[in-house]
């Protein structure tokens, strides 16, 4: 930046501050001669004030300086002054002309990308592509440009394996490969408007690798042995690692191993034998299992010095099970774990042991829809949910306890189609005026336990008991509490006149709650609740010539509380 100057015979300094207000600023210092004066400041110098201490210095005895943190990218004030280095007063006139920007960096931003795709029949696949933009790049739409130069690669393969086996195998492997990099130098400091001297000081790498490979057999053999092992198997594996610097964290790194593998034994046909004129099926229609196992870890040091690590090894099993034994009797068992390996891992034979299990799901449901008589539709139905929760805080070595909840619902549905019936008795007068007669029945309950010290008992797990019947780790704060709830309710109607019905129904609700030191509990009754309804009141005289369709309603209830 440049200014033109005009002096008095006075001995003199010239005086300019610019930045954002009076309390963050640049000032410049320059000596005033007789006469015109050409005053230059360096920017990229006077920047400098705010970066190490040799260019902070050189910068002030260049008679720069600054106070507060201003910027370059937000100028909002000058001052323009002179300063008396004497003692004795002077006067005279000062001349200030052309405020300008001289030699503006003028930098070309450039932008490319190259991709590579190439493909060998049908068993190997191979792409890449490099992708650089420049620090004064900037699209149509932009006015500036990123400040750093960014480029990236990426290198990916994919092979088929089993192209290289016997197509009556019936398998399939895929194989697979990518590489990845990203490099971004900054041509600032961080939130600043200091140009830095070795922009590879502040630089963000990212580097990462992917391998991943899998198997499935498709098809069914004829060989018994394969037809029960490997037809039913499949499997992943996969292989992630990353490592990486930026300013804030100098170096870090991270790595996961991840493997899979389930094995299906569900029947491939319904296998039945009759008993009674009923069909009773002896085999589940599904039977799954499968595992996961996952070894991942990460190390980063700040830039302080500091490290950070961190280290997950699990393993999670899902077992799954459906069995319809009778048609409209059905019953589904879900089991999910946790389980940590980073302790307690024994892999012997002799003492076999799979970590410490952290997490447990369990889910168990009953239905059941007979289909007779035909008068009558029913559907009961037993839910249960199980959840447990290993504490993740350690005392002596060992885990305080294991935190369980159970949650139940019976439910029961009926429809008693009363004109069928009585129709069937040759009643089909009565039939005619009668609806059928719906009901339900509901029982929910829940229980929520803290610092059991076992598994609870299976009774309880299946929400058939609401004590766990184990002991409990006394330190635990938590409350045990559970709840409880009932509902009922019956439903029917009676057609009064062609066109006038009436419905009538009764209710039934209990709720309930409980912990060591309270109780609370609530009930509602309905009797009766009454619904008379008048369809096609458009029919008569004096509403024909009003209304196209009319009718009336009209309701009561009574509802006792306690």
Known sequence: MRVFVHGGPSKTNFLIR???????????????????????????????????????????????????????????????????PGTEPISGEIWVDELRLTHPRNRRGIAGRVSVDTKFADFLSLSGNYSRKASEFHGLREKTGSGSDDSSQNLRADLRVDKFLPVGWGVSIPLGFSWQKSLSRPRLMPFSDVVLSDPDKERTVNRRKTLMVSFRKQGTAANPFVRWTLDRMSGNFSFTGQQGRSPQIPESSSWSYRGAFSYDLSPRSKKSFTILKRKLYYLPSKLTFSATAD????????????WTR????????????????????????TLKTKRDLRTNLDLSLQNLRLG???????????????????WVQQDYSYRTTYTEESRSRFQAGERRGKDAQVKGTLSARFTLQLPKLLNSIKLKEVGSKVQPLSGSYSYSHSSRDFGLLRHPCIGYQLGFSGKPKVGSDPSVSQRNSSSSSRKADISTGIKLL???????????KYSSSRTSSSFISSRTITVPGLTLRWDGLERLFFLQSLTRNSNLNSSYQRELFK
């Not at 961190?310 to 068992?333: A, M």
């Open 295 to 306: 070894n991942s870890g990460s190390r980063s040091q700040n830039q302080y010095g500091a």
């Open 498 to 508: 062609p066109r006038l019905n009436l419905k009538a129904k009764c209710g039934y």
């Open 310 to 333: 961190r280290h997950n090894f699990t393993l999670n099993q899902n077992f799954s099970l459906n069995w319809g034994l009778l048609k409209g009797l059905s019953w589904e068992y």
């Open 18 to 84: 610019f930045g954002a207000d009076e309390n963050n600023y640049y000032q410049a210092l320059a000596p005033l001669r007789q006469g015109w004066n050409d005053i230059a400041i360096d920017l990229v110098r006077i920047t400098q004030l705010k970066g190490d201490q040799a260019d902070s210095l050189r910068a002030a005895q260049m008679g720069y300086s600054l106070k507060g943190n201003p910027s370059l990218s937000s100028i909002k004030r000058f001052e323009l002054g002179i300063i008396n």
């Open 356 to 374: 410490d299990e952290v997490h447990r799901d369990q889910t168990v449901s009953v239905n059941f829809r007979p289909g007779w008589p035909d």
